[in-house]
């Protein structure tokens, strides 16, 4: 597993190797970009600001305070501020201010709290949650210039920052001499890290512009979900009006222009005790009243997942609560081409699928996607530049409870489990194959998690585990790119199979043994409910190997020698039924284990579907020994709670009627350690490259499916 980079240079190394190919759009892109200051009103006022300043002479062309010669970067930063300063007060834009922060070291915000539901930790597990997470290292950066706002819609402070914030920050410039020894990716790796850190605090970023500036040129660049999109060098003191109507545009106003996605806003409301500032998302109407693409703005309760990354899928999830009812918000960008999450989703509500996701609405740009964009109007693309293009994608779900690891007792934990698994059945019938099996997309149903402290409380089966993430998923019956990809899936739980490649198709035994990898990592990670182990295995390490073969080996000797891996991390309070399930189902994969796996693909295979026509068999067999350790944890924790001072309770020894935590069972202790890394983020087939960028389209309400 890869913790989060402890140091700049970590971060740096994981940016360059995230960074992709870039796209160099040539003058074109600064001359045309910020197009809304080229009408002839603009020109005028850009004129009188070049004739009337006292920072440009016409007459040689330059900006004199602004040394050509010189020999030291330092000399160059005032100069700059004072002419963004000088623009900001000619063109009267207001919330904004230029900072030489060259020597201001910016502390990078880290995950905290918010990240987690409060009504899924009591108060003082969540306060040693959040010294762990304090205990943390913080990183800090020093862009040379960097543009803060205030207010409006897109910043939640009304004044500026006492400290500069990467949250506050409208765009930062690099300043570098002609002569500088550092090659041009590491300048835009540089430049990467602090919008990534920009992406990452604001939470609602499209994209971003930045400067890499010297003594003489700029270069304009945008980060977004598809590319890295840069200008060639502009003389500026030659070209002093295209200069300024850059500057215009990174600074200006217009919020949407500068790359904010203006349907997640902060505003100002009245409370008892004053005013404060709160964030709104819109979304479609919930009134079933309501015409088609009526809109409302929601609360946001809190973030419940960011991705760290620029370019990709940008996956950032809210939890809202929308008259009344608690909502999870996914914002994505999905890959043109890649059949939408959604599509999906319109299955299981069809079907009335249990055991996975349901969807309330959604809302797809077909038209709003990363380089439709007013600056590439006249700007040429090559057509694998134009491939790498990112639709604007938000789902409204049904919010679930925490991932499976959040366990309160082993057999809430084997109930979720058995669910989960039998909700990927369901999908598996319905033609649905899920592909990206993991710790983060398998979770407790809400009424489940929520009941289960509850003595008596009663839940019906289905839902008490959940699959969602569907974004990776396939239609069994397609028959084009078939081919499992090592580049889809979460590394740790990737099949054997899927990391060996092979041609074979990713298959439902994949994400099967994924589910076995799942339930494996939980025991391995944890030796009571909510409370981490000292030490962690450290062949688990190899889960994550950024070589595949190496990672592959790393199961199969995980698998082959179960008895002796697992003989490092026993533990006597999850209990021998999870034990000798995890052995059961690490027998019963090995099963599928053929020689005929390791050949070639044989071409009669045409679709995923065409693989396994008597599936069911195995779903049934694999159901089977999760029952049987439901039932034998439930005879377990009778007879612990037959033992103690105090009325046993009825017990419960089907898998398939409720199964609630015993009365009496002792609260875990708390947690003490930092929680286990994440997993690092699932890539697809084609998530290769970049990041995106985009001028603000309307969103199109396509749907509401509740």
Known sequence: MHPNPKTVEQLKAKVKQDLGNLCDAGAAFAYNSFSHYNTKKAQKKIDAFLEKTPLYDSHHKQWPHVIKDTTAEHHLYNPLVDIIDAVISWFGIEDRKALNTSRVYVPHERDGIEMLDSSQLGPEEAEQIQKALD???????????????????????????????????????????????????????????????????????????????????????????????????????????????????????????????????????????????????????????????????????????????????????????????????????????????????????????????????????????????????????????????????????????????????????????????????????????????????????????????????????????????????????????????????????????????GGWPHDFLDDLESLFLLLAWIYLHYRAPRELRQTIPIFLSEWDDENPRACANAKVAFMTQFDFHMNQAVSEELGQPILKLLRKLCDLLKTTWTDERAKPCPPQIKCVADLHPNADKFYKKFLKRIKTAIEEQTVLDANTLAERPMAAPTVERDPDTPCPTPKGTVSAPLLTKTPPPLPRGTKDANDQTRSTFVIYYPRRQLGNVA
């Open 135 to 501: 205990a943390q290292p913080v990183l800090k950066t020093a862009p040379d210039i960097m543009i803060v706002g205030r207010g409006g819609k897109c910043f939640e402070d009304e004044e500026y920052p006492v400290k500069p914030s990467y949250a506050a920050c409208a765009t930062v410039w690099e300043v570098k001499l002609n002569k500088n020894s550092e090659s041009f990716e590491d300048q835009i790796v540089q430049l990467y890290v602090y919008a990534r850190q920009c992406f990452y605090e604001q939470r609602n970023r499209d994209f971003l512009h930045a400067f890499l500036i010297t003594e003489t040129e700029v270069r304009l660049f945008q980060f977004n979900r598809a590319l890295v999109i840069h200008s060639s060098r502009i003389n500026y003191h030659q070209k002093p009006r295209t200069f300024v109507r850059m500057v215009l545009g990174m600074i200006g106003s217009n919020e949407s222009r500068l790359g904010f996605d203006m349907t997640v806003f902060w505003t100002t409301v009245q409370t008892t005790d004053g005013t404060k500032r709160v964030r709104k998302i819109t979304l479609p109407s919930s009134d079933p009243n309501d015409k088609p693409g009526t809109t409302e703005d929601v609360p946001i309760l809190g973030p419940k997942w960011i991705a760290k990354d620029v370019r990709g899928r940008g996956t950032t999830c809210w939890s809202v609560e929308q008259r009344g009812a608690r909502r999870l918000v996914k914002n994505l960008w999905r890959i043109q081409g890649r059949t939408p999450e959604w599509m999906f989703l319109l299955h299981i509500k069809a079907k009335n699928l249990k055991g996975v996701a349901r969807m309330y609405s959604f809302e797809d740009g077909e038209e709003e996607t990363a380089l439709k964009n007013g600056s590439l109007v006249d700007i040429i693309l090559t057509d694998q530049e134009w491939s790498m293009d990112r639709i604007w994608c938000r789902i409204t779900f049904i919010e679930y409870g925490p991932p499976l690891e959040s366990f309160k007792s082993v057999l809430q934990l084997l109930c979720a489990f058995y669910d989960a698994t039998k909700g990927h059945w369901n999908l598996w019938k319905c033609g649905i194959l899920h592909r990206d099996v993991s710790v983060n997309n398998v979770l407790f149903g809400r009424e489940f998690w929520e009941a289960s402290d509850a003595v008596g409380q009663k839940i019906e089966p289905g839902n008490r585990g959940v699959l969602i993430d569907l974004d990776m998923a396939i239609f069994t019956k397609r028959r084009e790119s078939n081919k499992s990809d090592i580049r889809t899936g979460t590394r740790q739980f990737q099949s054997i199979k899927v990391l060996r490649g």
